[in-house]
């Protein structure tokens, strides 16, 4: 990956438990987006924090972002088998128009 | 809501011939991006355009080239294709007057290079 480790790489949890996943970047960012994809399938656009942002809720979800450590988490509370996918957080340097640089991806894999 | 429209969905080639990919953004939208998928990899950028005019180049092979229309779609075109070329290939869209950087992706295209 360019960007740099996601952790874990895979997760396995029950039904209703909840789910964390990190990634850290290299370099300074403007902002910092989390997708969902479903095996083989598109990136679906869960949330985007802002650099001078710490935390961000939607949903079920809550991201933080620690700018000093270069990393951020991503949680799911409750989860749900619908919730099985990759996870791929997404970094950008440039106020607008900037390509996005990819981690790795965390598996997540919610049994019923 | 409308999204990203890319088509074909899927596409597959024998080494050496020649693919169009398309992508349609978000109406409204005028700033295209293509990634580059391999199978168990993370995405990779490829180029952008913004109003018709390359903004952004990233991995992108010299066998590759693209360009964006005044309708805003745009077109990845692919030559001399080889087997490494397999890959799930993402268009996505953003409004560069947006107060932020919220990249929209399209289903993708498989290509698979026989």
């Known amino acids: 990956s360019q960007q740099g480790e996601e952790d874990p790489q895979a997760l396995s949890i029950q039904e209703g438990e909840n789910a964390t996943m990190n990634c850290s970047y290299k370099?300074?960012?403007?902002?910092l987006q989390w997708y969902r994809q479903n095996s083989g399938r598109g990136l679906v656009h869960l949330i985007l924090?802002?650099?001078?942002?710490r935390e961000k809720h939607s949903g079920r979800l809550r991201v933080t972002l620690d700018t000093s450590k270069k990393s951020s988490s991503l949680l799911i509370t409750a989860s749900r088998a619908a919730d099985t996918a990759s996870y791929f957080c997404?970094?950008?340097?440039?106020?607008?128009?900037?390509?996005?640089?990819f981690g790795a991806g965390t598996i997540l894999r919610v049994k019923s | 809501a409308a999204g990203v429209i890319q088509s074909p969905r899927h596409l597959i080639k024998e080494k050496r011939e020649t693919a169009t990919l398309k992508c349609y953004p978000i109406p409204r939208h005028d700033t295209v991006y293509w990634y580059q998928q391999g199978p168990g990899q993370d995405p990779q950028f490829l180029i952008s355009?913004?109003?018709?005019?390359?903004?952004d180049k990233g991995s992108i092979p010299d066998r590759f080239s693209a360009q964006q229309f005044s309708d805003y779609h745009s077109e990845l075109n692919m030559s001399s294709l080889e087997l490494g070329d397999s890959a799930l290939y993402f268009c996505?869209?953003?409004?560069?007057?947006?107060?932020?950087?919220?990249?929209?992706f399209g289903p993708g295209t498989r290509l698979t290079v026989l």
């Open positions: 924090i802002r650099s001078n942002e």
């Open positions: 996505a869209s953003s409004n560069r007057l947006a107060a932020y950087n919220e990249q929209f």
């Open positions: 355009f913004y109003e018709k005019m390359q903004s």
């Open positions: 997404a970094t950008d340097t440039m106020k607008y128009g900037n390509k996005l640089v």
């Open positions: 370099t300074s960012i403007n902002n």
